[in-house]
């Protein structure tokens, strides 16, 4: 067989194959997109980069809500990757040694990081977990954990809407 007769041939397996790969990968699961989500509030460290990186778990339209700050009352409402790359950016440029994890349950001597998922009308999951968090706050290096809930809907592979809820009464200062 000629090279000119082999071209067209080899080139249509490669682009099926291309083809192919791109419609069978999986879509992430729902833990793997929670442990994505809170691996990246881990990175954040006030620089553009990290605060994009982590804006761009969201759709373009996308909403991450948390409760009031000290300084405000209300919910507060971050609409969009930009607003939500702003808020990650302030979040890392007040805070350093920033952890997010799951918050582990036990029971019956068996230790999980528990994951809840269901079905959402959009399409997508609905998947709430809690969570434990520490910082430390840059200006007086004082470290702070918390514990939450958050609430997250999947949209295709993308976070369309977080809902975080924090308990004031939950932050507790604990020592470097």
Known sequence: MTMRKLFPMVASFL???LFLNSQTRPAPKPDEIVREWMDRWTKLDGSDDS?????ELYTDDGVHQTGPSPRQIGLAYYEGRSDISQMAKAFGE???D?????HPLTANEKTLEVVHVGDGPWGGPSIAIEYVAAYTVRKDKKRFMSTGAVFL???GEK???TRMYTPREEIMEISP
Do not use: L
């Open 15 to 17: 682009v099926f194959g």
């Open 51 to 55: 605060a994009a990186r982590f804006a």
């Open 94 to 96: 007040a805070n350093s």
């Open 98 to 102: 920033i952890t997010f994890r799951i």
């Open 153 to 155: 809907q999947v949209q």
């Open 159 to 161: 976070i369309r809407r």
